[in-house]
């Protein structure tokens, strides 16, 4: 079945360090590929996504690029920022269950000044 | 313009009881789904619902059903509670279902059973 891995965390960083959180994927054929935040106290909030192979997300300085070589969706941020600080969900949707998506475990980010 | 909105945000039941969870999407929004997040993990899919019919159910046992209702709003109830059902139950909404993982989640309902 289609599924999600990411690194696990927490992933601590100091301000302005660049930012890496793996995300890879099982599924078949080309499903479409998302990057959630959740910030403390707040709902998920899309923060980009890609739906074919090589295109590039990007939001708020986030960037990801969608490798079906690697099936993977890494998230980069060069400088991060203590507003930050939040868990990231990579998360996909599947040619064959086009209505639901399916997260990875999430990664809490802790930015420190 | 306002979010999703869930109530209620924080319950306590006990194991056997039913519970029922509600939501309201944004205005406009006319698919619904439910996702169950238990602590340190990922949300999973329960449902989804668009113009009061189920579109999809995730892998969820019997005793977890919805509605939703001609103003779109929905309703998720959970019979027989179990204490593996304690968790944070979030609504997100969407224009329609065609726009494919770009939902807008509420903050949720988070659910303890004891």
């Known amino acids: 079945g289609n599924s999600v891995t990411q690194m696990e965390g927490p992933v601590t960083l100091s301000e302005e360090a660049f930012l890496t959180i793996n995300c890879t994927y099982t599924?078949?054929?080309?499903?479409?590929l998302f990057w959630y935040v959740q910030y403390p106290g707040e709902g998920l909030q899309l923060l980009l996504k890609?739906?074919?192979?090589?295109d590039k997300g990007s939001n708020k300085g986030f960037e990801a690029t969608y490798r079906k070589e690697t099936t993977s969706f890494h998230l980069e941020k060069g400088s991060v920022q203590v507003s930050d600080s939040a868990v990231y969900f990579c998360?996909?949707?599947?040619?064959?269950?086009?209505?639901?998506?399916?997260f990875g475990s999430g990664t809490r980010l802790l930015v420190r000044p | 313009d306002a979010g999703v909105t869930q109530s209620p945000t924080h319950l306590i039941k006990t194991r056997g009881q039913h519970v029922t969870l509600r939501c309201s999407p944004i205005?406009?929004?006319?698919?619904v789904s439910w996702y169950q997040q238990v602590l340190g993990q990922g949300p999973q899919f329960i449902f989804q619902?668009?113009?009061?019919?189920?579109?999809g159910r995730g892998n969820f046992p019997d005793r977890f059903s919805a509605r939703q209702f001609p103003n779109y709003s929905s309703e998720l109830n959970v019979n027989a509670l179990l204490l593996g059902d304690s968790a944070l139950y979030l609504c997100?909404?969407?224009?329609?279902?065609?726009?494919?993982?770009?939902?807008?989640f509420g903050e949720g309902s988070r659910l303890t059973v004891l």
């Open positions: 998360a996909l949707i599947g040619m064959d269950s086009s209505y639901k998506l399916i």
């Open positions: 890609a739906t074919k192979a090589d």
């Open positions: 997100a909404s969407s224009l329609d279902p065609e726009q494919l993982g770009e939902l807008f």
């Open positions: 619902y668009y113009e009061k019919e189920e579109r």
């Open positions: 205005s406009g929004h006319k698919s």
């Open positions: 599924a078949t054929g080309y499903p479409s």
